[in-house]
């Protein structure tokens, strides 16, 4: 990780909002990776870089807000 990164304590909560129908293969696995089997489920993840490109990945699929402790 990288020195002066201090996201460590924030949380995104990301919903599963629009089918992959007509999406791409990749679309379709960082959608799975996600843990997301139906639409409007949510999972809270940690608010780091990992989570974050795959979260642009899918943007246009999931809706994305921060949450607090």
Do not use: Y
């Not at 460590?8 to 959608?31: D, M, P, Y």
């Not at 795959?54 to 246009?60: K, L, N, P, S």
Request: glycine share 8%; aromatic share 8%.
């Amino acid at each position: 990780m990288k020195a002066g990164f201090s996201m460590a304590n924030k949380k995104l909560k990301v919903t599963f909002v629009k089918s992959t129908s007509g999406g791409t293969k990749v679309q379709l696995e960082t959608i799975r990776s996600f843990g997301f089997t139906k639409l409007h489920q949510s999972r809270v993840v940690d608010d780091d870089p990992v989570w974050r490109g795959m979260i642009r990945r899918v943007f246009h699929l999931v809706s994305v807000e921060e949450v607090s402790k």
